[in-house]
C-alpha cells in the first residue's frame, strides 16, 4: 500500500500526550514531503504545519488513519472508516491499549517501518445489527467490538428471547447480555467473564451478564450464524453499540445481529501481536512471580 496521504484522530480533552505526538508527526513529515497529513477538524489549535486540519470526509479518503489514544479512540476511527476501506494504526496514549499496534515512544520508528513497506495488515470481523418493527428494518448499525442490550429501564435485569438461525435458542434473565467478536472478546466480554478468542477465528460469543441461573453460561457461535433478540417481556431495551451509541428496542421489536461484510483493517508491525498482547498488556505472566524465594 502507498500511504501518500494520512489522517489523525485523537480526542485532546482525554490525552495529554496528544499534543507531543502531533509534533513528533509534524518533524517527520517535514523530512517527508511525499506524505500529507491530515488532521481532525477538532485538532486545529494544537496540530503544526506541515500538519493539515480537515474534514471527516477528507479523513476517509486517506489512505491510513492514526488513531493516537486509548481504544475509545481507536473505536471512533474504526467508525470513520467504515465503507471506506481504510486501513488503521492504533498508537497507545491512553491505559491499557489493547486495540493498539504501537506505542507513543515508538511512533516515529513505527512511520519510517510503514514508509519502508515493513509491515502487514490484518483484518477484524465485524457486526452488522439491524432493528425490526412490524418486519421492517427501522435501524442499521455495524460494530467491531460488540452488542450490549440491557434494561431501559434503571437497575432493571433484562428478560430476553434469542433465536439462533431462526430456531429458539433460550431465554436469558440476566443483569444484561453481549454479542461479541473476537475483537471485542477482550473488552466487556473479558470483563463479565466470556472467553478470550484469537482475533482471526470466525465466530462470536454470547456471554449473558451475571445470569440468575448458574447454569447458563457465555456460548460460542460461528460467525455464519444469525441471531435475532428481542424481549421476552412487554418492556424496551437499550441496545449499546461499541459502548458509543445507545438505541432503544422497543417493546415488540427485535434486533438481528450476524456477520458484516465490511470488515476492519490494521496495520501490525513485526514482533507485536495477539500473542504478545495478551502477556504485555493483560499481565499475563504463566506463574506468579516473587520477588525473593525462601528455602525451608
Keep these: 500500500m502507498n500511504f501518500s496521504k494520512i489522517g489523525i484522530v485523537g480526542w485532546k480533552d482525554k490525552s495529554s500526550e496528544l499534543v507531543k505526538a502531533l509534533d513528533e508527526i509534524a518533524a517527520w513529515a517535514d ?19 506541515p500538519i493539515k486540519v480537515a474534514s471527516e470526509r477528507t479523513l476517509r479518503k486517506c489512505s491510513l488513519l492514526i488513531a493516537i489514544g486509548g481504544d475509545g479512540t481507536v473505536l471512533s476511527s474504526v467508525r470513520l472508516a467504515l465503507g471506506a476501506n481504510v486501513p488503521i494504526l492504533g498508537v497507545n496514549a491512553g491505559r491499557v491499549g489493547f486495540l493498539a499496534e504501537t506505542q507513543l515512544e515508538n511512533l516515529t520508528p513505527t512511520l519510517n517501518a510503514i514508509s519502508a513497506g515493513d509491515y502487514s495488515t490484518r483484518d477484524r470481523i ?6 425490526y418493527h412490524k418486519g421492517k428494518v427501522i435501524y442499521r448499525e455495524t460494530v467491531l467490538n460488540e452488542v450490549h442490550i440491557r434494561a431501559k429501564a434503571p437497575e432493571c435485569m433484562v428478560n430476553v428471547n434469542v433465536e439462533y438461525n431462526g430456531r429458539p435458542l433460550t431465554e436469558y434473565w440476566a443483569d444484561s447480555l453481549l454479542l461479541s467478536t473476537p475483537t471485542g472478546s477482550t473488552a466487556y466480554n473479558l470483563a463479565a467473564g466470556g472467553p478470550i478468542i484469537y482475533p482471526s477465528t470466525s465466530a462470536f460469543v454470547i456471554t449473558p451478564v451475571a445470569p440468575s441461573s448458574l447454569s447458563v453460561r457465555p456460548l460460542i457461535i460461528p460467525a455464519t450464524s444469525t441471531c435475532r433478540i428481542s424481549s421476552a417481556v412487554d418492556v424496551p431495551l437499550n441496545l449499546v453499540f461499541d459502548g458509543r451509541i445507545t438505541k432503544v428496542l422497543a417493546a415488540g421489536d427485535a434486533v438481528s445481529l450476524s456477520a458484516s461484510k465490511d470488515v476492519t483493517t490494521f496495520i501490525r508491525m513485526k514482533n507485536t501481536g495477539f500473542v504478545n498482547a495478551l502477556r504485555g498488556k493483560l499481565g499475563w505472566t504463566g506463574k506468579p512471580k516473587f520477588a525473593h524465594s525462601e528455602k525451608n
Design 31 to 49: 523530512l517527508h514531503r511525499d506524505v500529507s497529513f491530515f488532521a481532525m477538524d477538532s485538532l486545529s489549535d494544537i496540530a503544526k504545519k
Design 126 to 131: 465485524m457486526i452488522d445489527a439491524k432493528v
